[in-house]
T-cell receptor, first 112, second 113 residues
Framework: KQEVTQIPAALSVPEGENLVLNCSFT??????LQWFRQDPGKGLTSLLL?????REQTSGRLNASLDKSSGRSTLYIAASQPGDSATYLC???????????FGPGTRLSVLP | GAGVSQSPRYKVAKRGQDVALRCDPI?????LFWYQQALGQGPEFLTY????????KSGLPSDRFFAERPEGSVSTLKIQRTQQEDSAVYLC???????????FGQGTRLTVV
């Protein structure tokens, strides 16, 4: 059974710092992986989707990488801003036609 | 519509009451998912529809939970005889098909008192 973990559980950084959020999964045979952002009391906002054949995806200040063999994905946020404060969730699709398995999230606070 | 819409945003139910949560997916999206999110945790899968067909309901925690999507668009998640442990945020997501990017609604926060 696929299990997803995220480290750290919480992170607090000053504005302007570059930072890395980590996602690990137990079974390296995945179909795709998606990163989401969740603001307090809100739903999930899609950030990046990486297919199993891809190594990375970029959108603005965000870069997500995927290393299937080691069971890891990282979300890199450049030049962090207070508006980036949210919980970041990693979700793994174990196989074609299967549903996402979510990690518990990393709660990020960017201090002005 | 522009995005996935869920209603109500908040629901307080007395223990034993039945509730119905609604999800309007993005127009044209074949796949629709329901997730349950407890406080401080990631979402947990409940059920999945492809058009009107419920293809996977393995995540439904008990037979008190029932979901339908009769015309392949709007979906309703019904919880009968609510219990305190049902208190959570219920999230709906849709996608063009099951393997593409998923888009989530704002969720319905259910509190059972």
């Amino acid at each position: 059974k696929q299990e997803v973990t995220q480290i750290p559980a919480a992170l607090s950084v000053p504005e302007g710092e570059n930072l890395v959020l980590n996602c690990s999964f137990t079974d390296s045979a995945i179909y795709n992986l998606q990163w989401f952002r969740q603001d307090p009391g809100k739903g999930l906002t899609s950030l990046l989707l990486i297919q199993s054949s891809q190594r990375e995806q970029t959108s603005g200040r965000l870069n997500a990488s995927l290393d299937k063999s080691s069971g890891r994905s990282t979300l890199y946020i450049a030049a962090s801003q207070p508006g980036d404060s949210a919980t970041y969730l990693c979700a793994v699709r174990p196989g074609y036609g299967q549903n996402f398995v979510f990690g518990p999230g990393t709660r990020l606070s960017v201090l002005p | 519509g522009a995005g996935v819409s869920q209603s109500p945003r908040y629901k307080v139910a007395k223990r034993g009451q039945d509730v119905a949560l609604r999800c309007d997916p993005i127009s044209g999206h074949v796949s629709l998912f329901w997730y349950q999110q407890a406080l401080g945790q990631g979402p947990e899968f409940l059920t999945y529809f492809q058009n009107e067909a419920q293809l996977d309901k393995s995540g439904l925690p008990s037979d008190r939970f029932f979901a339908e999507r009769p015309e392949g668009s709007v979906s309703t998640l019904k919880i009968q005889r609510t219990q305190q442990e049902d208190s959570a945020v219920y999230l709906c997501a849709s996608s063009l098909d099951q393997n593409t990017e998923a888009f989530f609604g704002q969720g319905t926060r259910l509190t059972v008192v």
